[in-house]
């Protein structure tokens, strides 16, 4: 089973720079950031653009996986989004993961001074999204006529180093399980958002998981858990990862999320814990 670090957008590059030197070298599998204006409680402290964020990343890494965790419509268009995606494919040597979902209701959606769309809404315009990424990073001269997104005649030329970048789509619903079935190189779920203790929320993971064995993914389709959506933090102990992540195996996820240990406050936590989990320990 592979596993994935988050590590938010919060530091300045020096102090970044070794978080993500230190993921790779423990041997994780891959490593993300937020692709958020601001976020929730931390949304009062520094938060740095992802782009710029990963470009950096690529630079000072060689073999992990890249990814926006996860890419919103909240704010971005697909077409101005699909360079930026090429360009980081082609900085990290196609080493990129396309994390895209629906979107947040809270600051996100509101900085713009844009109403904050119902849940269904909200879905249709992801599928759009995904639909005219899909399309501007497979072909050049793209026209795309939707509700919420409209391209024409747009270029993608010089094209990426790959025929297209992995999109990795997130959702827990009927239509959003459909869609990264059907587009996406992989699917990424925290589970049941209102779930109330952790048993509930993998008993409702349990039954996401069963929803999308019948949808029949093909040989290679990724399915990605976010640890950290169930309550309580997957790092407090080594013993709660290495039982999560267990669980997360038997129900057929091929990888598994967890964020880096913050200070204090959310995910706050001890990065021996980090240290000892990972895939392979560095010598002194």
């Given at each position: 089973?592979?596993?994935?670090?988050?590590?938010?957008?919060?530091?300045?590059w020096p102090?970044?720079?070794?978080?993500?030197?230190?993921?790779?070298?423990?041997?994780?599998?891959?490593?993300?950031?937020?692709?958020?204006?601001?976020?929730?409680?931390?949304?009062?402290?520094?938060?740095?653009?992802?782009?710029?964020?990963?470009?950096?990343?690529?630079?000072?890494?060689?073999?992990?996986?890249?990814?926006?965790?996860?890419?919103?419509?909240?704010?971005?268009?697909?077409?101005?989004?699909?360079?930026?995606?090429?360009?980081?494919?082609?900085?990290?040597?196609?080493?990129?993961?396309?994390?895209?979902?629906?979107?947040?209701?809270?600051?996100?959606?509101?900085?713009?001074?844009?109403?904050?769309?119902?849940?269904?809404?909200?879905?249709?315009?992801?599928?759009?999204?995904?639909?005219?990424?899909?399309?501007?990073?497979?072909?050049?001269?793209?026209?795309?006529?939707?509700?919420?997104?409209?391209?024409?005649?747009?270029?993608?030329?010089?094209?990426?180093?790959?025929?297209?970048?992995?999109?990795?789509v997130a959702?827990?619903?009927?239509?959003?399980?459909?869609?990264?079935?059907?587009?996406?190189?992989?699917?990424?779920?925290?589970?049941?958002?209102?779930?109330?203790?952790?048993r509930e929320?993998?008993?409702?993971?349990?039954?996401?998981?069963?929803?999308?064995?019948?949808?029949?993914?093909?040989?290679?389709?990724?399915?990605?858990?976010?640890?950290?959506?169930?309550?309580?933090?997957?790092?407090?102990?080594?013993?709660?990862?290495?039982?999560?992540?267990?669980?997360?195996?038997?129900?057929?996820?091929?990888?598994?999320?967890?964020?880096?240990?913050?200070?204090?406050?959310?995910?706050?936590?001890?990065?021996?814990?980090?240290?000892?989990?990972?895939?392979?320990?560095?010598?002194?």
């Amino acid at each position: 089973m592979r596993i994935g670090v988050v590590i938010l957008p919060e530091y300045t590059w020096p102090e970044a720079r070794s978080r993500w030197r230190e993921v790779e070298a423990l041997g994780f599998d891959h490593a993300w950031t937020y692709d958020h204006m601001a976020w929730r409680t931390l949304a009062g402290g520094p938060w740095l653009g992802t782009a710029a964020t990963l470009a950096a990343a690529a630079t000072c890494t060689s073999r992990i996986g890249l990814g926006t965790f996860v890419t919103s419509p909240n704010f971005r268009h697909p077409v101005p989004w699909s360079r930026e995606v090429m360009a980081l494919d082609d900085i990290s040597g196609g080493r990129f993961l396309c994390g895209v979902g629906a979107g947040a209701t809270d600051v996100d959606a509101t900085m713009l001074g844009r109403p904050v769309l119902p849940p269904r809404a909200r879905v249709d315009r992801m599928t759009e999204f995904v639909e005219l990424l899909d399309q501007l990073l497979r072909r050049d001269h793209v026209d795309y006529d939707g509700a919420y997104f409209t391209a024409r005649d747009a270029r993608t030329a010089p094209g990426g180093i790959r025929p297209r970048v992995p999109l990795i789509v997130a959702g827990s619903g009927p239509r959003t399980l459909r869609l990264a079935r059907r587009l996406g190189e992989g699917w990424v779920t925290i589970g049941p958002a209102d779930a109330e203790d952790e048993r509930e929320w993998w008993s409702g993971v349990e039954k996401l998981a069963a929803r999308m064995d019948e949808l029949g993914p093909p040989p290679g389709f990724q399915r990605h858990l976010s640890l950290d959506s169930c309550p309580g933090y997957s790092l407090s102990s080594e013993a709660r990862f290495e039982d999560m992540r267990g669980r997360a195996h038997a129900l057929g996820f091929t990888d598994v999320i967890v964020h880096y240990p913050r200070a204090t406050g959310v995910y706050a936590g001890r990065t021996a814990t980090l240290e000892s989990v990972a895939p392979r320990r560095t010598d002194p």
